[in-house]
């Protein structure tokens, strides 16, 4: 397939025309994922439920896609396992939402990988996995490195609860690697930003360029000293596209995005200066937002030395760049979307 891409990638393999499913489609990363697959000539089947992702993210009208409504482990039972490669992107996504939806997100995270590698096993259909930075949880280690410790907070904080069961989604992942030979590659992404990215379920970037929009507060989670580092998705998808034809990438995880910090203070003054915003900033704690006995981490950084080394490096968006352009489609939908 021209699951195009690399032209300075360490792979300049040209992979042709291939039949691509995509789970979690129509959210945000995977809608951009799949404007990249169709803009190169890759017929792609989209798997989603809408929950949090909508139609209008779609080329709906494109017809080397295929919109399937539903959840994972439903619509796999009406597929042929004939695809060339499988991105599993499909979960419960925010903290907001995982929080306040804890069975929702085990369920979905945990059960839907389930059966994605389960299908994907019949043909042995490279598959990969999204994962996240969640899965370090509180580690203090940094920058954090793929083969470090994962470090999670008791059970009775639901916050962990997306971590852990994307870590139980990598662990079995690679328990299908190595027992069954399923070629599973899995990107931990570390905050990924861009249109399209909604503020509702608690994403900061867009949260505060809806605020500075609208003239009201930006308001920070906590004292805005906490650190973490923001990647374009219109860089991510082509490290995907890239990873994918990378053999040296199956069995592993690999931190995937930027390793540049900024406080979440100067990320608000960031957003207030970039649109000329003349919102003030305020502060709420953490308990306030999530409840009490709410526990986040100070500092989130990868170690981006095994993505470095499989597939080269390259970025082309600056932050401001990217707070940009989510301006601008805020105002292209509605004006003023959150
Ligand atoms: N955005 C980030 O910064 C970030 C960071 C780390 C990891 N990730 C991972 O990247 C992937 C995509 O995240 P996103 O930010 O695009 O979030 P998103 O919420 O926009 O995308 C998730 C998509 O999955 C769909 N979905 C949820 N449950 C489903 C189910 N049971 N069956 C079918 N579809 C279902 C949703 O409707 C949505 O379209 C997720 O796996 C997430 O864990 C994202």
Request: aromatic letters at 6%; one cysteine or more; proline letters at 4%.
């Amino acid at each position: 397939m021209t699951l195009d891409r690399s032209h300075d990638s360490k792979d300049n393999s040209e992979i042709h025309t291939a039949s691509v499913l995509v789970t979690g489609g129509a959210g945000f990363i995977g809608s951009h994922l799949v404007d990249a697959l169709l803009a190169s000539d890759n017929r792609v089947t989209v798997i989603d439920d809408m929950s949090t992702g909508r139609q209008s993210n779609l080329q709906i009208e494109n017809d080397q896609l295929t919109l399937i409504h539903g959840t994972v482990g439903e619509q796999l039972a009406f597929q042929e396992p004939s695809f060339d490669y499988i991105f599993h992107l499909a979960a419960a996504v925010g903290v907001k939402l995982v929080v306040d939806e804890p069975i929702r997100t085990i369920e979905t995270n945990v059960l839907e990988t389930s059966a994605i590698l389960r299908f994907a096993a019949k043909n042995k259909t490279p598959v990969m996995l999204a994962s996240t930075s969640e899965v370090y949880g509180k580690s203090e280690a940094l920058p954090m490195q793929e083969d470090g410790n994962l470090v999670f907070g008791s059970t009775e904080k639901s916050r962990w609860s997306y971590g852990c069961s994307k870590a139980l989604d990598e662990h079995l992942a690679m328990a299908w690697y190595r027992r069954e030979d399923l070629p599973v590659r899995i990107p931990r992404f570390f905050n990924t930003i861009g249109p399209r990215q909604k503020g509702s379920w608690g994403m900061v970037v867009p949260r505060f360029v809806a605020a500075a929009l609208s003239g009201k507060p930006l308001i920070v989670y906590g004292d805005g000293s906490q650190t973490r580092c923001f990647c374009d998705v219109r860089d991510m998808v082509p490290m995907l596209l890239d990873l994918i034809k990378t053999d040296d990438a199956v069995g592993k995880a690999v931190n995937v995005g930027s390793d540049t910090p900024i406080t979440i203070l100067q990320l608000a003054e960031l957003v207030k200066n970039t649109l000329n915003s003349n919102s003030t900033i305020e502060f709420k704690t953490m308990n306030e937002v999530y409840g009490d006995g709410f526990e986040d981490l100070q500092d989130r950084q990868p170690d981006l030395t095994r993505l470095h080394s499989l597939i080269g490096t390259r970025t082309k968006f600056s932050l401001q760049k990217t707070i940009t352009s989510i301006a601008e489609s805020f105002v292209i939908s509605t004006g003023n979307e959150q």
